[in-house]
């Protein structure tokens, strides 16, 4: 090849690339942007409501907490470079953290706030995370996560299709994967430096935010296993970043500004005056997982007297009064705790299982599909999946166990049996995994798995030639005896020897199974 032509075929293949280069517009600087502007919208508005539901929900007991860290957000969202459909939401969830997702979606948890000391510190995180969403680091660390997945294309990546609906069924790891994943050492001090000109912009003390970065290093030192688990999972401190921070500080004349200490301390209030309740339900958790239900009850009833606005406090008085033998107290206390957040799954889905259990189908019904609505969980369509079986509804029942039993949650493996047993007999293709397989000496082999949870038996098979939609059958086989679950048996599939080009033009189909005995 020419060296002409070499020139015109690389230009070609960066063409796309290069088209991709945009100025940041907090940095000013040229960067290479696979992911576009819309693309980072979209994805930022699909999954902040998934993500907040499987961190805790909303905080909604104190809306003046709430309207108050939006007022914040707001002030210093106005003054940053990049203009975005900013949002801000309290989590209600003990550990300090706060996080940025692309398109300018922003959560802080309800753990945070109480740990802080100004007005001008909570403006020090929120700047921070607006420049995670500005800068696009959010949108980098995916784009670098596809370059080293190997799934880059020429063309582009295509992020719109994306199916995050497995998020709740993974207990959040989804969320956590990408709101707790570590940002670079570069991208941590663009948001360190950007920060702090936000905050001069705003007209907040931009020292707060080295005040700031001096007490999360000596937490980290001290390792603590909340702020471990949370803020420094994603931003980890350094004696690097407070020099940086402070070189920042000097650069910026060490202007001054707002601190705000008294307006920020009447805001946490209630919540350091509830912080009680929390750390009692925290107790409360621990003595149910021990079967301690006296001791559970009696932290439940505190936290409920310190803070009767918690729903989570409801919830779980609820679930241990139908551990008592108590589903009038329960059926009460379940009610109220979706009347307190109506918005969040969990009240939704608990009590959609407990009406389940309870007989009320159509009640049941509503509960878990607006649970589904909110996040979906393993736990939401086994219950869907159990109220279809019993009103007759076979497909839509199979539907549902399908979509529980793909996952690693607890209810999988009973999700597993219900679908077997309603569409083994139907679809045996989809639990018997039949494959040829041709040994050097040229011997054809059958090789049969059970996927499925069931012993099965009754296993047919039919080889034959495949032509486009059309299969013409050579020879039947039936396996004898019993496939545990997940067990493989490979057999002979024909008499005589095949050649590679022979053996090409087999396909295997499996034709009957059902499950072994009464099971």
């Not at 009240?347 to 189908?361: C, V």
Request: glycine letters at 10%; a positive charge.
């Amino acid at each position: 090849m020419s060296h002409r032509w070499s020139r015109l075929l690389w230009g070609l293949l960066l063409l796309p690339l290069l088209q991709s280069c945009s100025v940041n517009l907090v940095t000013g600087e040229q960067e290479l942007r696979l992911i576009g502007e819309q693309q980072e919208l979209a994805i930022g508005a699909k999954n902040y409501g998934p993500y907040r539901q499987a961190q805790g929900g909303d905080y909604v007991a104190d809306p003046k907490l709430v309207a108050y860290v939006q007022r914040v957000g707001a002030r210093l969202a106005a003054v940053a470079d990049r203009k975005l459909p900013y949002e801000f939401h309290v989590l209600n969830d003990d550990t300090p953290n706060a996080w940025a997702l692309p398109g300018g979606k922003i959560a802080v948890n309800r753990g945070l706030p109480v740990e802080l000391d100004d007005e001008a510190q909570l403006a020090a995180v929120l700047a921070h995370e607006i420049v995670h969403a500005a800068a696009g680091h959010s949108a980098q660390s995916m784009q670098r996560g596809v370059f080293l997945q190997g799934a880059l294309v020429a063309a582009g990546v295509a992020l719109g299709d994306s199916d995050y609906h497995q998020l709740g069924m993974l207990g959040g790891a989804l969320g956590a994967s990408l709101v707790r994943s570590r940002y670079s050492r570069e991208a941590e001090t663009e948001a360190d430096t950007y920060g702090m000109r936000y905050m001069v912009r705003a007209g907040y003390d931009p020292a707060s935010a080295v005040d700031l970065q001096q007490m999360f290093l000596k937490l980290s030192k001290d390792k603590r296993s909340d702020w471990l688990s949370g803020l420094f999972a994603s931003h980890p401190p350094s004696a690097e970043r407070v020099a940086n921070n402070r070189r920042v500080l000097a650069s910026l004349g060490n202007p001054g500004g707002e601190r705000g200490r008294k307006r920020f301390q009447r805001a946490i209030a209630h919540l350091r005056r509830t912080r009680p309740a929390y750390e009692a339900y925290a107790k409360a958790l621990k003595a149910i997982e021990k079967d301690d239900l006296k001791t559970a009850s009696a932290l439940i009833g505190k936290a409920i007297r310190i803070e009767p606005g918690e729903g989570l406090f409801r919830l779980a008085r609820a679930d241990i009064e139908k551990r008592q033998g108590k589903p009038s107290r329960a059926a009460r206390d379940y009610d109220r705790a979706v009347a307190l957040n109506p918005d969040y799954f969990l009240p939704r889905l608990k009590r959609g299982l407990f009406l389940e259990a309870r007989g009320e189908r159509e009640a049941a019904q509503r509960d878990l599909k607006a649970s589904v609505a909110l996040l979906p969980t393993a736990e939401a369509y086994y219950g869907l999946g159990l109220l279809a079986q019993q009103a007759g509804k076979r497909q839509q029942a199979v539907q549902y166990f399908r979509q529980a039993a793909e996952t690693g949650s607890p209810v999988a493996r009973q999700a597993a049996r219900h679908l077997a047993r309603l569409d083994l007999g139907s679809h045996p293709e989809r639990y018997i995994d039949a494959r040829l397989l041709l040994r050097k000496d040229g011997q054809l082999l059958l090789r049969l798995q059970n996927t499925t949870v069931l012993p099965v038996t009754g296993i047919r098979v039919a080889i034959g030639q495949q032509g486009g939609d059309l299969f013409r059958e050579v020879v039947v086989l039936r396996l004898r005896g019993v496939l545990g679950a997940g067990e493989s048996r490979t057999l002979d599939a024909v008499e005589g020897r095949l050649s590679a080009v022979q053996a090409r033009r087999l396909a295997v189909r499996v034709l009957e199974a059902r499950l072994a005995g009464r099971m």
